[in-house]
């Protein structure tokens, strides 16, 4: 499986669980961490928690354990280690604050139209 299909389960596993302002920021020969980094945020604490929890279910499903996940118990910033993939699930307020878009605004965005839920 490829890294842009283990990105496709990570975003649609957002999107299952209500995720809102999900983006893929294509990380490639711009950070040395992941190919991708998925990110969107949810309104409430057990929101967030249950998309990280998704995305770490349904990943395992398909045959891609997380390496890590960090915040889950404070659920303001859960960050998901998938390897070449790595989901930031925010609560609405901390994405605004830390503005991951803005940090790596040269990272392209990828195209994930097709597997959001219209």
């Given at each position: 499986?490829?890294?842009i299909?283990?990105?496709?389960?990570?975003?649609?596993?957002?999107?299952?669980?209500?995720?809102?302002?999900?983006?893929?920021?294509n990380m490639?020969?711009?950070?040395?961490?992941?190919?991708?980094?998925?990110?969107?945020?949810g309104?409430?604490?057990?929101?967030v928690?249950a998309?990280?929890?998704?995305?770490?279910?349904?990943?395992a499903?398909?045959g891609?354990?997380?390496k890590?996940?960090?915040?889950?118990?404070?659920?303001?910033?859960?960050?998901?280690?998938?390897g070449?993939?790595?989901?930031?699930?925010?609560?609405?307020?901390?994405?605004?604050?830390?503005n991951?878009?803005?940090l790596?605004?040269?990272?392209?965005?990828?195209?994930?139209?097709?597997?959001?839920?219209?």
């Open positions: 499986m490829s890294n299909e283990l990105l496709q389960i990570a975003v649609k596993a957002a999107d299952d669980k209500r995720a809102e302002d999900i983006l893929a920021l490639k020969g711009i950070s040395l961490i992941a190919d991708y980094f998925m990110i969107c945020h309104n409430s604490d057990k929101q928690q998309i990280a929890r998704e995305i770490k279910e349904k990943a499903e398909n891609f354990e997380a890590r996940m960090e915040g889950f118990d404070e659920a303001k910033w859960v960050l998901i280690d998938l070449d993939v790595v989901a930031h699930v925010f609560h609405r307020d901390e994405r605004t604050y830390y991951l878009e803005r790596w605004g040269d990272a392209p965005l990828e195209d994930i139209s097709s597997v959001i839920q219209q």
